[in-house]
């Protein structure tokens, strides 16, 4: 399974899950945490069709993976600037989230004592749904 089927998967069973159980905030934070993961690899299979090799990367690599994305796609303008800032949201520093809605994945996987409400994962979905097709048109020209 190739990592565009493999995102288009996890969305479609995470939303699936979503709607039997998101209700509970363990579905919600698991949920979260697979959509970044998600479109952590989705990034990762973008950079590999233009020759890089994330994979061989061994420090601060989901750093490097959202800047190459940055280099590579967003400035060249070959995709929109939405796309890092939706990668840089689901990675970035605690104290940004309640302002800049960031974190959510390290909330949702570490910092158990604060809320993972279904308005979070809703805008998740909303903000991978955008990225997923941003991922799709490119391709159709990188690949």
Request: charged share 25%; with cysteine.
């Amino acid at each position: 399974m190739d990592e565009l089927n493999f995102a288009e998967e996890t969305t479609t069973r995470m939303k699936n899950l979503y709607g039997l159980a998101g209700s509970q905030e363990v579905i919600r934070r698991t949920i979260i945490s697979r959509i970044y993961y998600s479109a952590h690899h989705l990034s990762r299979y973008l950079l590999r069709q233009v020759g890089l090799r994330p994979d061989t990367w061994r420090r601060n690599v989901h750093q490097r993976v959202i800047d190459e994305m940055q280099r590579q796609f967003v400035a060249t303008n070959m995709m929109n600037s939405e796309v890092t800032a939706f990668l840089k949201d689901m990675f970035a520093s605690l104290s940004d989230y309640f302002v800049n809605r960031r974190r959510n994945r390290v909330k949702a996987d570490y910092q158990l004592h604060l809320a993972i409400r279904e308005r979070h994962v809703e805008n998740i979905f909303d903000i991978f749904d955008t990225y997923l097709n941003e991922c799709r048109q490119l391709l159709e020209v990188i690949a």
